[in-house]
């Protein structure tokens, strides 16, 4: 079974940089589809981006394009979100997936514990 440990969370001023980890427990990983999540304060858990297993085709949800960037180092079994111009509403609970790749949560089949990411303004 696939773990996935998140990190690089924490608080930032609005229009600044952070980049968040997402280790994987096996090289297994690297046959995944890796997405990205968010879930703010008394929202539902969104899409935020999502970077295939095999071409690492990328897609983005349209709040973050242009912004965040998502990467993967099978090497290191880890998938990366690298996010700039951070604007307040970006502060959730960030949390990876690994599954079949898509911006549906249901079609993913592990998930990390998250990690929290506030922007003041």
């Known amino acids: 079974q696939v773990q996935l440990v998140e990190s690089g969370g924490g608080l930032v001023q609005a229009g600044g940089s952070l980049r968040l980890s997402c280790a994987a427990s096996e090289r297994a990983f690297s046959s995944y589809a890796m997405g990205w999540f968010r879930q703010a304060p008394g929202k539902d858990r969104e899409f935020v981006a999502v970077?295939?297993?095999?071409?690492?085709?990328?897609y983005y949800a349209d709040s973050v394009k242009g912004r965040f960037t998502i990467s993967r180092d099978k090497a290191k079994n880890t998938v990366y979100l690298q996010m700039n111009s951070l604007k307040p509403e970006d502060t959730a609970v960030y949390y990876c997936?690994?599954?079949?790749?898509?911006?549906?949560?249901?079609?993913?089949?592990?998930w990390g514990q998250g990690t929290q990411v506030t922007v003041s303004s």
């Open positions: 997936a690994a599954g079949s790749g898509s911006r549906h949560q249901y079609l993913y089949d592990y």
């Open positions: 970077i295939s297993g095999t071409s690492g085709n990328t």
